[in-house]
């Protein structure tokens, strides 16, 4: 554990890593704040005045709400796009789904049970969302595909990208630190000296 403690240390005190990190990082800012989508961030400011939930007070806000010309469009489709929405939890009947696939599976006895136990408790989920409106949320309106599209295919995918070359980074830097300091003659001479490798992996994956 003792060394296992150095290890670590070394690693976390690097300013190889750390350099890296940061350079994560600036990619990052730079990549979120190219990212433009206007009709979003105008959502998310007149949420403010108007409310996130789609009932008859966010109606009535939208449509006393003025804006600067230059965004004129993006206030009337925002109208089109929020009216008449349907709450799609209420009337839901996950009884009726849940015999259509007994039915089309063709499951008796116990499975059939279980698949109706399942949408039994589905129902449940349903009408609490029914209840508390989670459907009419505004979220970004006509932008939430764009929004996740960027966080779940762009954002993400670069975040894991970083992740897989830090943990590769940090592998190498264990692993090739004597030889960086030139000691592993002397370290990886004895048997004792070899095992060091092993609380240099746990390091690695702890960092």
């Known amino acids: 554990m003792r060394i296992y403690r150095f290890e670590l240390k070394k690693?976390?005190?690097s300013v190889a890593v750390w350099g890296f990190l940061a350079a994560c990082l600036s990619v990052n800012m730079a990549f979120v704040c190219n990212s433009r989508d206007p009709y979003g961030d105008f959502i998310g400011t007149v949420s403010k005045q108007t409310?996130?939930?789609?009932?008859n007070d966010f109606y009535d806000k939208l449509s006393k709400l003025t804006v600067e010309k230059a965004h004129a469009d993006y206030l009337e489709r925002l109208k089109i796009e929020t009216e008449n929405v349907e709450d799609?939890?209420?009337?839901y009947n996950a009884k009726r789904i849940g015999e259509r696939y007994i039915e089309a599976a063709k499951l008796e006895g116990i499975f059939a049970e279980a698949m109706r136990h399942k949408y039994t408790r589905l129902q449940k989920v349903t009408d609490e969302k029914a209840k508390n409106d989670e459907s009419l949320s505004l979220y970004f309106a006509g932008s939430t595909y764009y929004r996740h599209q960027f966080l779940f295919n762009d954002l993400i995918g670069v975040l894991l990208t970083e992740g897989a070359l830090a943990s590769v980074l940090l592998a190498l830097l264990a692993a090739g630190y004597e030889g960086i300091y030139r000691t592993e003659n002397l370290v990886y001479s004895s048997k004792k000296g070899r095992e060091i490798l092993r609380p240099k992996?746990?390091?690695?994956?702890s960092a």
């Open 11 to 13: 690693l976390l005190s």
């Open 51 to 55: 409310g996130y939930v789609l009932n």
């Open 88 to 91: 799609v939890f209420e009337g």
């Open 201 to 205: 992996l746990f390091a690695s994956l």
